[in-house]
């Protein structure tokens, strides 16, 4: 079975521009997660969906990061302008409704904003 | 408030040691699940294993091994007979029923050198 799948895997990109990271959740999924992961702060969460929904977004930095759900197999998160401080792994991971589920990820997508 | 410590920053080990990764969690809620995720050099995330609350019998997977004690609010992994491939940042994390987001909240992350 698929895992969650992510793209681009690697992204370098210049202060200023626009990063779109996909995410393709495992089938039968109904949550999605963002996670981003730095040297400084590890492995936090940015937003949370549950059936397409965002529940919790308290973890997304500032108003340059948005993310979507349009349907239950695809997520972007979005970051304009991108800034070098933005540079980090970001994950995204699925699972089933209950907090007894195990959540899976993806490989992330490595940023670079130079 | 919730808080998972992996007080353990590095481990260097020879192979075929044995070793111990100490996980220690703080939570208010009766139910709630711990996990091990595995990080290699390839940078994913592997998920090892589950565990609820209400579920402290050991477990035992191959060469991996874990400890839960309610007691001590600990969640330890052992690795008997260490390989190589086994170097990696491994991470405990901390799940609660009562929160809505049903965020994983991760430790540190304790990072694992066999050297051969």
Request: proline share 4%.
């Amino acid at each position: 079975d698929a895992g969650v799948i992510q793209s681009p895997r690697h992204e370098v990109t210049e202060m200023g521009q626009e990063v779109t990271l996909r995410c393709k959740p495992i089938s039968g999924h109904n949550s999605l997660f963002w996670y981003r992961q730095t040297m400084m702060r590890g492995l936090e969460l940015l937003i949370y969906f549950n059936n397409n929904v965002p529940i919790d977004d308290s973890g997304m930095p500032e108003d340059r990061f948005s993310a979507k759900m349009p349907n239950a197999s695809f997520s972007t998160l979005k970051i304009q302008p991108s800034e070098p401080r933005d540079s980090a792994v970001y994950f995204c991971a699925s699972s089933q409704g209950s907090a007894g589920n195990t959540i899976y990820f993806g490989e992330g997508s490595w940023l670079t904003v130079v | 408030a919730q808080k998972v410590t992996q007080a353990q920053t590095e481990i260097s080990v020879v192979e075929k040691e044995d070793v111990t990764l100490d996980c220690v969690y703080e939570t208010r809620d009766t139910t709630y699940y711990l996990f091990w995720y595995k990080q290699p050099p390839s940078g994913e995330l592997v998920f090892l294993i589950r565990r609820n609350s209400f579920d402290e019998q050991n477990e035992i997977s191959g060469r991996y091994s874990w400890n839960f004690q309610k007691s001590t609010s600990s969640f330890n992994f052992t690795i008997t007979a260490s390989q190589v491939v086994d170097s990696a940042v491994y991470f405990c994390a901390l799940r609660i029923r009562g929160d809505s987001s049903y965020k994983l909240i991760f430790g540190s992350g304790t990072r694992l050198l066999v050297r051969p």
